[in-house]
């Protein structure tokens, strides 16, 4: 990235106006190639929110999570598929569109930013799913003890968003270009991603835990995240420690991944 480029005036404005027309190239593409479009942004977690809310209230007996456990589910399974989806496209973010990145003379950061906007995008589109939950609950459910209750809790959902994209955006700053240079690490990833779906409160919360595990879960930037996404509805799974660490963790990720971005730059360009 020259700095002509860097110092061009406008380049904030040009920077956006790029970011959100790759980011709806990207959405465009998603649901103009799929007969169910849009939809697959409600299914994909409607289905594994389905799936676990069977096999741990139908075949298993269930000693974690909290009543009604369909919408204690959807509250983390939403946020989780952004999450893994966007993590796993920053494995392939410089060379699925290699001769872009080495022609543009926009910041390089723009083809992580694109993932996390898109995706983030596909998750509001998600929310209707949650909704739905909560609207038949509120209107079927005759047992207090299950009935859902919205509070002030909900406040904290637009946070839980702002902090997951700190957290990607770090993360994406981070994955992308070691993925240029070591190609083991795209199935690494993967493999990542797999054990931290269980190793985060998704299916139980960060409550649940056993010690000492529940003193290592904290530490986990997505048990703050979840916790705050479950507030809107479930006060009582509230973990100023884990939130805390959360806060703490995703903005230190942020800094190592924009350091390690602007040292590895200039080497990526190379291995394209």
């Known amino acids: 990235m020259s700095h002509a ?9 040009r920077y956006l106006h790029s970011l959100w027309l790759l980011s709806a190239r990207d959405l465009k593409v998603r649901y103009s190639t ?41 509250t983390a399974l939403l946020p989780w598929v952004w999450f893994n989806v966007a993590v796993s ?17 926009i910041p390089r950061s723009i083809w992580i930013n694109r993932i996390v906007l898109s995706k983030g995008m596909e998750f509001l589109f998600s929310l209707p799913v949650l909704v739905l939950f909560v609207v038949v609950n509120v209107m079927v459910e005759a047992d207090p003890a299950k ?4 509070g ?3 406040l904290w959902f637009p946070v839980a968003v702002l902090l997951q994209i700190v957290l990607l955006v770090g993360l994406g700053l981070l994955i992308a270009p070691l993925c240029v240079m070591y190609n083991d690490l795209e199935r690494t990833t993967a493999l990542i991603l797999r ?15 056993p010690a000492p595990f529940d003193t290592l879960g904290a530490f986990n930037p997505l048990a703050g995240i979840m916790t705050l996404y479950r507030m809107a509805f479930f006060p009582d799974q509230w973990e100023p420690v884990a939130v805390i660490a959360s806060v703490v ?21 190379k291995e394209l």
């Not at 054990?195 to 409550?207: D, M, R, W």
């Open 147 to 150: 009935l859902v209750h919205v």
């Open 5 to 13: 480029a860097v110092g061009a005036p406008g380049m904030p404005r």
């Open 195 to 209: 054990a931290l779906f269980y190793a985060s409160p998704i299916i139980y919360g960060v409550q649940d835990l």
């Open 89 to 105: 496209d920053f494995t392939r973010a410089f060379k699925k569109d290699a001769r872009l990145v080495r022609s543009t003379n």
């Open 249 to 269: 963790i995703s903005f230190g990720i942020l800094a190592l991944g924009a350091w390690t971005f602007r040292g590895l730059e200039r080497t990526v360009l």
């Open 34 to 74: 799929s007969f169910l479009g849009y939809f697959w942004s409600v299914l994909d977690p409607l289905i594994m929110s389905l799936i676990y809310w069977f096999v741990f209230t139908q075949v298993f007996q269930r000693s974690v999570g909290d009543e009604p456990y369909i919408i204690f589910l959807i």
């Open 152 to 154: 002030w809790g909900l």
